[in-house]
């Protein structure tokens, strides 16, 4: 087992996409299919990590859960869609994988998704009823974290689907305080033309405009005095 991802056998051949030993080891053992190893991790977790399609359709196609959880809450769904594997999204889609499930950190495939610039995978996750607005364990929204990262077509993506723009983490602030602190000055413009406020205090009792950097601040303003 040495290099290996995994204390389980099929698991690393999921992994490193030995599909026609796997399925030869699967189809005289089913109850292998769904065996967990030391992170509780499925055979199915395993292959979407790698971005091993194939795997990941004989497996759906032997009627595998499509949702276990492993030790820390993480869904085939949420590997998918924070490893940029766009084709598997699609399927564990399709096989009705939950497009809200979190984690032990509160975070769903959006959250991901949306920290890792993963902008196809997004759209897929929002098309099919990803809450735009769900928030993790700190009060933090994939746009929260699309505005902090400057990830540009994310903050677009999320605005589209009505994601708010005046929510506070459990620091208060909201997209736009992250945004100016960052120094992400195309995203906090954005923001602010989609009504995000200029005014609200964080815990610090500080605004987005005194946490602007440069003439950052001035040009926030002068987008809200039209």
């Not at 399609?53 to 595998?64: A, E, Q, T």
């Not at 820390?72 to 096989?95: C, D, F, N, Y």
């Not at 009060?139 to 677009?156: D, E, I, M």
Request: aromatic share 4%.
């Amino acid at each position: 087992m040495d290099g290996s991802v995994s204390n389980v056998e099929i698991c690393n051949l999921a992994y490193t996409g030995e599909l026609e030993q796997l399925k030869s080891l699967v189809l005289s053992n089913k109850s292998l299919a769904t065996i967990i190893d030391q992170d509780k991790r499925t055979v199915l977790h395993w292959s979407c990590s790698a971005g091993h399609k194939d795997i990941v359709d004989f497996l759906l196609s032997l009627g595998v859960p499509v949702d276990p959880k492993d030790d820390v809450g993480w869904t085939p769904l949420h590997i998918a869609a924070s490893a940029g594997r766009e084709e598997i999204v699609k399927v564990l889609i399709g096989k009705g994988a939950q497009v809200n499930a979190i984690n032990q950190n509160g975070c769903s495939p959006l959250h991901y998704a949306a920290s890792r610039n993963r902008y196809e995978i997004a759209c897929m996750l929002l098309e099919n009823g990803a809450d735009p607005n769900i928030t993790d364990n700190i009060h933090s929204t994939p746009l929260h974290r699309a505005s902090a990262k400057g990830n540009f077509r994310l903050v677009q993506l999320l605005l589209k689907h009505n994601a708010s723009t005046n929510l506070q983490d459990m620091e208060g602030n909201t997209p736009l305080h992250l945004a100016c602190d960052e120094e992400r000055a195309e995203e906090a413009r954005l923001l602010v033309e989609n009504g995000a406020s200029i005014y609200i205090e964080n815990k610090e009792e500080k605004t987005p405009l005194q946490m602007a950097k440069g003439g950052l601040g001035l040009q926030l303003r002068r987008i809200i005095e039209g």
